[in-house]
T-cell receptor
Framework: QKEVEQNSGPLSVPEGAIASLNCTYS??????FFWYRQYSGKSPELIMS????GDKEDGRFTAQLNKASQYVSLLIRDSQPSDSATYLCAVFSGGYNKLIFGAGTRLAVHP | NAGVTQTPKFQVLKTGQSMTLQCAQD?????MYWYRQDPGMGLRLIYY???????DKGEVPNGYNVSRLNKREFSLRLESAAPSQTSVYFC?????????????FGDGTRLSIL
């Protein structure tokens, strides 16, 4: 089992729809969770961080964390073609004392 | 507003050659990291430096060495390049000496080894 798992996609959504990206992790003592966006050929860019159970909203982005079920998700409302990118989930693993990245989910928003 | 600067951006090497990837940050961050990114495998940590004067191995350290030259600079060296080291290399930094803080990435070095 991979430490951080994401569906590789592509996840295809129409413009204006809600895109839902999911991530599961294996280390139960993980404390910090991050979502990065990476455009093709570019570097990862931090878009959200979440540390407590529940929802955290920032503009069109909402991160959701459920530590009991060991998953974290990212919702993108009113999706735009400019949101088309790969989204990387990253989890700080207390057991390994490092940030572990999932392989990423590719999102395609079509007009 | 440079952030994290990596050089070079592209490099082609022959098997057995050596080279050093350079990384510098101007955000006064304590911690710096080197990752490699391969298709379908996400980012894998090669080495990190929690603070000036310290370095530690990450997930895939074999074939690499690092130097934390000062607080700003963290270099990655390939002593004898192998085709398996063809990858995109990212340097990152974070504010405090803990890896649970958000990391800020450089633009990457695209390295091909023939």
């Amino acid at each position: 089992q991979k430490e951080v798992e994401q569906n590789s996609g592509p996840l295809s959504v129409p413009e204006g729809a809600i895109a839902s990206l999911n991530c599961t992790y294996s280390d139960r003592v993980s404390q910090s969770f991050f979502w990065y966006r990476q455009y093709s050929g570019k570097s990862p860019e931090l878009i959200m961080s979440i540390y407590s159970n529940g929802d955290k909203e920032d503009g069109r982005f909402t991160a959701q964390l459920n530590k009991a079920s060991q998953y974290v998700s990212l919702l993108i409302r009113d999706s735009q073609p400019s949101d088309s990118a790969t989204y990387l989930c990253a989890v700080f693993s207390g057991g390994y004392n490092k940030l572990i990245f999932g392989a990423g989910t590719r999102l395609a928003v079509h007009p | 507003n440079a952030g994290v600067t990596q050089t070079p951006k592209f490099q082609v090497l022959k098997t057995g050659q050596s080279m050093t990837l350079q990384c510098a940050q101007d955000m006064n961050h304590n911690s710096m990291y080197w990752y490699r990114q391969d298709p379908g495998m996400g980012l894998r940590l090669i080495y990190y430096s929690a603070s000036e004067g310290t370095t530690d191995k990450g997930e895939v350290p074999n074939g690499y060495n690092v130097s934390r030259l000062n607080k700003r600079e963290f270099s990655l060296r390939l002593e004898s390049a192998a085709p398996s080291q063809t990858s995109v290399y990212f340097c990152a930094s974070s504010e405090v000496g803990r890896v649970d803080q958000p990391q800020h990435f450089g633009d990457g070095t695209r390295l091909s080894i023939l």
